[in-house]
């Protein structure tokens, strides 16, 4: 496969030339790409990177993915205007391993080198970790764009996160990396790298960059932190919806990210349905994109209960807090229960109801609807 092939929708591809000599090394590139394991879900814009992963593959080369547990525990601060929590050890674990797994939707499994980062930064000794920091300048450092509003604004940046571009870096060393992917975002975080490759006497990776999509909000970059995501492990029905609610907008960019195809010449409506049915045919099959568009057809468009509603036990008392009794049935909170009925946002039967305590006997084998896509059917507990 040409260069070309690969670079196909790429935003940067540096240094120039580059990638076109590492192919003339006649041997198949150590291709890598690093994966946050902050959330458990791959969404469709993280799908991107991974899909110009699996092209690399299937042209011989050697996907190397990365697990950054390690790094994570830090907190990648790139776009950030303050530092990220960091989570709970297990929650990383957890989430990694979730992760790495719905990568193989996009990656052959095969062919496939799956590391994680605590491997070799784990093991850094203290003396190790102050040769890492020599490979840098402060001054160079304070070049990246939200390090240096940051600075400017007087406001807090910590030594960790200061660290967190040479960790990422050493990754680049560790695994011996001919190439780097990332999205735009991770453009300094890449070029971090080539520098202190060179800095141990390697030969620099190739940099490669692909663009970021934006999220359902159309608004920020799709990011799970944000909420402005679709899952690729979502389930057909809320893929479908989802992909339904991005403003009219940001349809050309996710046609040609999302759906792999220039935007068809249609009314924004017809278009995006025809869009959520590209989504979920790709990631879920074309007999579960027809069930989507007819769950969403018949619950979001002609507001009907779906076919098939879960059930939910009775609290106990007579009559029930309805608050508590949605809470309970969709895990929201009390006061989200309560604001949703107060804006006339639950019916019951078909109808809006606002009364906040609703006697037993009403809400026993009940349809609530709860917002437009939430459904539940209430029972006496057995």
Avoid: C
């Avoid at 990365?66 to 601060?77: E, K, L, M, S």
């Avoid at 300048?137 to 030594?159: C, H, K, M, W, Y």
């Amino acid at each position: 496969m040409s260069s070309d092939a690969l670079t196909m929708n790429a935003v940067d591809v540096l240094p120039a030339g580059g990638l076109e000599e590492k192919l003339k090394l006649g041997r198949p590139l150590r291709v890598k790409l690093g994966i946050d394991p902050t959330g458990p879900d791959i969404h469709i814009g993280f799908a991107v990177v991974l899909e110009k992963l699996a092209a690399f593959q299937s042209a011989g080369h050697i996907a190397v993915l990365i697990v950054g547990d390690y790094t994570a525990r830090i907190g990648d601060p790139s776009g950030r205007s303050k530092e990220r929590p960091v989570l709970a050890d297990d929650v990383l674990d957890a989430n990694a391993k979730l992760f790495a797994e719905q990568a193989f939707k996009i990656l052959d499994r095969e062919r496939t080198e799956i590391r994680f980062n605590s491997e070799w930064l784990g093991k850094l000794s203290y003396a190790e970790v102050v040769r890492l920091t020599r490979t840098m300048t402060v001054a160079r450092l304070l070049e990246r764009d939200d390090f240096a509003q940051r600075f400017g604004a007087n406001e807090p940046i910590s030594l960790s996160e200061l660290l967190y571009p040479l960790m990422q870096a050493y990754d680049s060393v560790a695994v011996e990396a001919d190439v780097e992917l990332g999205g735009t975002d991770q453009l300094y975080n890449l070029l971090a790298g080539r520098d202190v490759m060179e800095q141990y006497g390697m030969p620099a990776q190739i940099v490669l960059t692909t663009p970021l999509l934006v999220g359902t909000d159309g608004v920020e970059k799709m990011a799970k932190s944000r909420g402005n995501y679709v899952g690729i492990a979502d389930p057909p029905a809320e893929q479908f919806g989802k992909t339904m609610s991005i403003p009219d907008e940001a349809l050309p960019q996710w046609w040609r990210l999302a759906g792999g195809a220039e935007p068809p010449a249609s009314e924004p409506m017809t278009s995006k349905l025809a869009l959520a049915r590209t989504i979920v045919t790709r990631w879920h099959g074309a007999e579960a994109a027809t069930g989507a568009e007819a769950h969403f057809t018949r619950v979001v468009r002609a507001g009907q209960a779906p076919e098939e509603v879960g059930e939910t036990a009775l609290p106990d008392g007579d009559p029930v807090h309805l608050p508590a009794a949605l809470a309970s049935a969709f895990g929201l909170s009390t006061s989200e229960a309560r604001r949703l009925i107060g804006q006339g946002g639950v019916k019951l039967g078909g109808e809006v109801v606002h009364e906040l305590d609703v006697a037993r006997e009403v809400l026993r084998d009940a349809t609530v609807q709860a917002g437009k896509r939430r459904f539940t059917r209430f029972r006496e507990p057995s």
